[in-house]
């Protein structure tokens, strides 16, 4: 059972991220104080005695993480640096509230990515109108080879952006793939280790019962000779009385 602590934060990541959806003005403040208090609800709830599983708390943590990426992605200048800002926000993978039918984080990410997408072609066409405002009197051909170069440039921009997120997959593929070999490797070692000191168990615990064979060898052979000698001296006693009686 959830306890109060956590409650109360799943509703306040709930409000989060219901306004995260809604359109708000550059003045509006109350979400950013609101992620805030969650980045401490959030460390007082993993000190709680009474914490989720670390899967939840994972989970917790990725979504106040975008939450606050998108906020930082907000306050970028330029949309195509808040573009690629939100290509790297990672939502969370499942519903805050039961009757969610998909994250919303997810949908907060969709909807940011094409509001930052509408601002880009914005942006573009209003520097594009300009240009043409600026040369149309001097020559039509030469605004329209700006607006070809401004329509260039952009597209090399994203082009270079695609390419800089397949290769951020790329390495964090075969940085995966290293871990992968060297958790496997050392899972190797350590059943060898493990195959290597059961061995020595069987061969200490084998060892162990032949010394303890070998000791009650020992201590019977000690026994009967102890026996044999106390018979040799009594009868020897005996034999002396009898051939040197006591003289009277």
């Given at each position: 059972?959830a306890?109060?602590?956590?409650?109360?934060?799943i509703?306040?990541?709930?409000?989060?991220?219901?306004m995260?959806?809604?359109?708000?003005?550059?003045t509006?403040?109350?979400?950013?104080?609101?992620?805030?208090?969650?980045?401490?609800?959030?460390?007082?709830?993993?000190?709680?005695p009474?914490?989720?599983?670390?899967?939840?708390?994972?989970?917790y943590?990725?979504?106040v993480?975008?939450?606050?990426?998108?906020?930082e992605?907000?306050?970028?200048?330029?949309?195509?640096?808040?573009?690629?800002?939100?290509?790297?926000?990672?939502?969370g993978?499942?519903?805050?509230?039961a009757?969610?039918?998909?994250?919303?984080?997810?949908?907060?990410?969709i909807q940011?990515?094409?509001?930052?997408?509408?601002?880009?072609?914005?942006?573009l066409?209003?520097?594009?109108?300009?240009?043409?405002?600026?040369?149309?009197?001097?020559?039509?051909?030469?605004?329209?080879?700006?607006l070809?170069?401004?329509?260039?440039?952009?597209?090399?921009?994203?082009?270079?952006?695609?390419?800089?997120?397949?290769?951020?997959?790329?390495?964090?593929?075969?940085?995966?793939?290293a871990?992968?070999?060297?958790?496997?490797?050392?899972?190797?070692?350590?059943?060898?280790s493990m195959?290597?000191?059961?061995l020595?168990?069987e061969?200490?615990?084998?060892?162990?019962?032949?010394?303890?064979?070998?000791?009650?060898?020992s201590?019977?052979?000690?026994?009967?000779?102890?026996?044999?000698?106390?018979?040799?001296?009594?009868?020897?006693?005996?034999?002396?009385?009898?051939?040197?009686?006591?003289?009277?």
């Amino acid at each position: 059972m959830a306890s109060r602590l956590e409650i109360n934060f799943i509703r306040l990541l709930s409000r989060c991220e219901t306004m995260a959806s809604e359109k708000r003005g550059e003045t509006e403040w109350r979400l950013e104080k609101y992620v805030a208090a969650l980045v401490d609800m959030l460390v007082a709830l993993r000190k709680s005695p009474s914490k989720p599983t670390q899967e939840i708390l994972t989970e917790y943590t990725r979504k106040v993480d975008f939450l606050k990426g998108l906020l930082e992605a907000e306050k970028l200048a330029s949309p195509t640096e808040k573009a690629l800002a939100n290509q790297f926000l990672a939502p969370g993978r499942t519903p805050t509230i039961a009757n969610e039918r998909m994250p919303a984080t997810k949908t907060v990410h969709i909807q940011s990515k094409a509001r930052f997408t509408g601002e880009m072609r914005d942006e573009l066409l209003a520097d594009g109108d300009l240009r043409n405002r600026r040369v149309l009197p001097l020559d039509e051909r030469q605004s329209a080879a700006e607006l070809d170069a401004v329509m260039q440039h952009h597209h090399n921009l994203q082009e270079k952006l695609a390419e800089d997120m397949l290769n951020l997959a790329r390495n964090l593929k075969n940085n995966t793939l290293a871990a992968q070999n060297i958790i496997k490797q050392d899972n190797q070692t350590l059943s060898q280790s493990m195959r290597q000191a059961d061995l020595n168990f069987e061969k200490l615990k084998t060892e162990s019962e032949r010394l303890e064979q070998h000791t009650k060898k020992s201590v019977n052979w000690l026994l009967w000779l102890m026996l044999i000698l106390v018979s040799f001296t009594f009868i020897s006693m005996i034999l002396f009385i009898r051939i040197f009686p006591r003289l009277r």
